[in-house]
């Protein structure tokens, strides 16, 4: 995920590898200019009705099909950009081609009109298969191996986010083959974790598949704890709870800044990259979120609600959500609603429905539909940047998880 952001450049983006060289931050369009994201709403969300999310969402994901959409001729697959750039792949990098699928899975859930999108979604989790690799290492490869790609690093953080959405999708379905493939990613992201016990703070998980890997992410620990929690809550089984309790643990207390906000890696050398991302606030939301349910521990919750609690007040203060990746807000807001469910807070819905509002007025090209941001995926409008699969199927995401929210009548206060 975020190749560099989450190494730790400040540079433009790199998916699995691949540059994408921009002009700097460019000055908004007049019509965006007049309603700017990092305003956040001040004075809280205008009301927006599950009517409207569902059109947004509706609108948002017929753009990705349009103009990102490959078509079953292209074998289901994604463009990274579009327009495309000279030094994009023929398809799109597994990440992006996640979060299209995972745009599908969430439009399923649309009153009314969900149950429409289930080919879609059945369709994506088949191509996803595309990007599987074997042998003695199998795994989701960052890349399409042959005979579609050359093939690709297994990053641990991309397993993690397909097997997540395999689970959601055997939740909307009830397909027993999701739950199966699933399962068959613990393994492969068992192999990240790091055994090496003279390292500071030993244990950790690698982010990718090589040797030449030299530090220990919270994004993939945190995930892979997410996905064990969840796995346990369906089977029963203690060695995912065993897993998800020690992946778990060691990021509350090996990268913990603060509640609720979680340094970025531990590098080999003892040093730590102490950049904050909203994903990892909220995989680890979602992690406690899940263990409570599995084991009713009610430990577990009272550190989701801490967590909640501090990275929602640190998140929402001036422009940080507005500046941050707008897929990392989309994992961060549906941790934050699945920890609603369980004990009700109208703020977390209140945060979200601020942020994607906003976002919609200022990040949408309201000639094509596309949403287009900084390189760094988030930020302020960027008319020159190509608009991308990661960020179009991010904003579906948000708009489709808000629709259903909302016609639950968890409407902001």
């Known amino acids: 995920m975020l190749r560099s952001l989450l190494v730790r450049a400040t540079t433009p983006v790199i998916c699995a ?231 778990y643990g060691w990021v509350h207390s090996c990268m913990r800044a603060a509640p609720g906000l979680y340094n970025n890696d531990r590098n080999d050398d003892g040093s730590t990259n102490k950049t904050l991302w909203t994903y990892n606030s909220g995989a680890m939301i979602g992690t406690a979120t899940a263990l409570y349910r599995g084991t009713g521990d009610t430990g577990y919750l009272k550190k989701a609600l801490e967590d909640a609690r501090g990275s929602l007040a640190y998140w929402t203060e001036g422009s940080r959500l507005h500046d941050q990746p707008a897929v990392f807000n989309a994992f961060y807001f549906k941790d934050l609603l699945d920890l609603d469910a369980v004990r009700h807070n109208p703020a977390y819905l209140k945060a979200m429905s601020a942020y994607a509002d906003s976002t919609y007025d200022s990040n949408r090209d309201p000639a094509t539909g596309l949403f287009r941001f900084q390189p760094s995926n988030g930020g302020d409008y960027d008319p020159e940047a190509p608009a991308a699969t990661l960020n179009q199927s991010a904003m579906v995401q948000i708009f489709a998880t808000l629709a259903d929210a909302t016609h639950q009548r968890r409407q902001p206060s």
């Open 17 to 247: 590898g691949l540059l994408w060289t921009a002009a700097p931050a460019h000055a908004q369009s007049p019509a965006h200019a007049q309603s700017p994201a990092h305003a956040q709403n001040p004075g809280g969300a205008r009301p927006v009705t599950s009517a409207a999310w569902a059109e947004r969402a509706t609108d948002t994901y017929r753009v990705l099909q349009q103009h990102l959409y490959e078509g079953p001729d292209r074998h289901g697959l994604y463009l990274e950009h579009t327009p495309r750039q000279a030094g994009d792949p023929e398809h799109s990098f597994l990440w992006p081609f996640r979060e299209a699928a995972q745009a599908a899975v969430d439009m399923q859930a649309l009153p009314r009109t969900g149950p429409s999108y289930r080919r879609d979604a059945a369709e994506r989790f088949d191509t996803a298969e595309l990007y599987f690799t074997g042998g003695d290492r199998p795994g989701y490869a960052s890349y399409l191996p042959a005979p579609l790609g050359t093939g690709g690093d297994v990053y641990y953080d991309d397993n993690a986010v397909v097997a997540l959405s395999q689970l959601d999708q055997y939740e909307a379905t009830g397909d027993a083959r999701l739950l199966e493939r699933a399962e068959q990613v613990v393994p492969v992201v068992s192999r990240a974790w790091d055994d090496d016990a003279t390292k500071a703070c030993p244990g950790g998980m690698d982010w990718y598949d090589s040797p030449d890997n030299t530090f220990r992410a919270t994004n993939v620990t945190a995930l892979s704890a997410q996905l064990a929690a969840r796995l346990y809550e369906h089977t029963r089984d203690r060695d995912y709870l065993a897993k998800a309790e020690q992946w």
